[in-house]
């Protein structure tokens, strides 16, 4: 159905503050945003389908290949979807590991996250600050797993590496540098005056609006919307997981949640490395023929795995729900309404975090 | 759908994302719920819905499925009201509340419940085809 408007605004596919390809048309009255669609397809990978017929060994790796920003996440799910096929057990040291590494996966996502909405917003000083404390979570990842971005650390049955105690006394002396580097940010975000005019009552998303999207992660949890994954997760409820709520569904609250949930993240790392007994991090295990759908808490939010294997452990079927497919339409179909200044349109669609890549799987 | 004159052609590319295998899974359930072909009914969503609202179809009848349970007895859950109209919107709600309000006229006539909704349902179809 082809629609006439009074004014167009198309922002995209190729923009200083998109991370990535993508087209929001704005329609518009003055610069007030009546209603918003938006145009994917530039990069679309076809991950899916590549999947197909290939063994678990290969689907593994390729499962990383979908976000290059939360790619542990995607190991994570894939595998323990996997597992659960075949009732493969975990010792519990490779269980605490593997949450380390995705809450410095999560740690490392949200404050870019963070970084490219200061940058959006034009507060360079905060975003470059944020990015630079950033790179602690990457060395602290590169550390345990061997690499930055792919890094296949979590296999069936366990995980690649064990932590030794200096890295482990690293970990810790890295996360503290990042609570106190992050308690000074936060201050300056709190206080800025002009970060506020541009975040607070902006982007407005209530949470009736977040439970008819299925919106997930930070971005309803923000407008009071509790569905994460981490509360049923056998490891994190070891630990008393709890999850952030705040109320008021603006971009200011998307952010603060986003830095309240890396404090969260370096306090379950140290319970996790608190916990964890020495023993062995690789209890074996191969994956043959049956069906599992499994979800896991990505820094942006649900993220699910359908995956349908034959007796040798070939995919027959799988299909991948990221949570930005969720957090994006609800982003340009709720909180982009109503929108006053078409400046704040780029603010607004930042601060949802959204995630081409993981979208175009 | 606004288009602009120098845009592409974006039917492949929905098209794409509508054949994804959680879509197929909604798909049929869609189309067995309201007896419709799927071309049809890819053909409404391709012309009708932008690209995000198309990825996440799944995801919106997944969150009508867990609210469907609550009240299923009245003829708005019996024709999947808010699934069509506001999780997957095909129909307008005056669209819907049209067929509605008819389908009401009808029973109080002195029309079966069952023969007045299957009626109702015919009128959805022929709002989808359109």
């Given amino acids: 159905m082809k629609k006439t408007v009074d004014v167009s605004l198309p922002i995209g596919p190729v923009h200083p503050v998109f991370k990535e390809p993508c087209r929001i048309k704005c329609e518009t009255r003055g610069e007030y945003v009546i209603n918003a669609e938006l145009e994917l397809g530039y990069v679309k990978k076809g991950i899916e389908r590549i999947m197909v017929g290939r063994p678990w060994q290969e689907v593994m790796f390729l499962s990383e290949r979908v976000c290059g920003i939360c790619s542990v996440i995607h190991n994570y799910v894939c595998i323990e979807g996997m597992e659960r096929i075949n009732d493969i057990p975990v010792p519990d040291r490779a269980a605490y590991l593997r949450l380390v590494v995705n809450e410095l996966d999560r740690i490392q996502s949200h404050l870019l996250a963070n970084y490219s909405y200061c940058y959006t917003i034009e507060h360079e000083t905060l975003a470059m600050y944020l990015l630079n404390l950033r790179e602690t979570a990457m060395d602290a990842l590169e550390l345990v797993t061997g690499a930055r971005v792919t890094c296949s650390y979590i296999i069936p049955g366990g995980v690649r590496f064990d932590l030794t105690e200096e890295k482990e006394r690293s970990i810790r002396t890295m996360i503290d540098h990042i609570d106190s580097e992050l308690t000074r940010f936060v201050h300056m975000f709190e206080g800025g005056s002009l970060i506020a005019l541009r975040s607070k009552d902006v982007g407005t998303f209530t949470r009736e609006e977040a439970i008819e999207s299925h919106a997930v992660g930070p971005t309803a949890r923000a407008s009071n919307l509790d569905n994460d994954c981490r509360l049923f997760h056998p490891t994190y409820k070891k630990l008393d997981f709890e999850s952030i709520l705040l109320d008021e569904g603006d971009n200011y609250a998307r952010i603060m949640l986003r830095f309240l949930e890396v404090f969260q993240s370096t306090e379950l790392i140290r319970s996790a490395l608190a916990q964890m007994e020495t023993g062995t991090i690789r209890g074996g295990g191969e994956i043959g023929g049956g069906f599992a759908k499994w979800s896991g808490e990505a820094p942006r939010g649900e993220l699910s795995y359908s995956i349908d294997t034959d007796e040798h452990g070939r995919v027959k079927k799988i299909g991948i729900r990221t949570p930005s497919i969720m957090n994006i339409e609800a982003c340009v179909h709720y909180m982009l309404k109503g929108v006053h200044s078409s400046a704040d349109v780029t603010s607004t669609y930042i601060s949802s975090d959204p995630c081409i890549a993981c979208n175009e799987r | 759908m606004v288009t602009f004159l120098y845009e592409k052609d974006l039917r492949e590319m929905k098209l794409i994302i509508l054949s994804s295998p959680l879509h197929e899974i909604t798909m049929a359930a869609l189309c067995e719920r309201y007896g419709i072909r799927r071309q049809i009914l890819r053909r409404k969503m391709i012309n009708t819905f932008d690209m995000s609202l198309l990825e996440n179809i799944p995801a919106r009848y997944e969150v009508w499925e867990k609210e ?22 095909l129909l307008t709600e005056d669209e819907m509340n049209r067929i509605i309000q008819q389908t009401k006229e009808k029973i109080s006539a002195g029309m079966g419940k069952s023969q007045a909704i299957d ?3 015919t009128m959805i179809r022929e709002v989808i085809s359109s």
């Fill in chain 2, 68 to 89: 469907q349970s609550e009240n299923e007895s009245s003829i708005e859950s019996e024709f999947g009201a808010t699934l069509i109209t506001r999780q997957i919107p």
């Fill in chain 2, 119 to 121: 009626e109702g349902m």
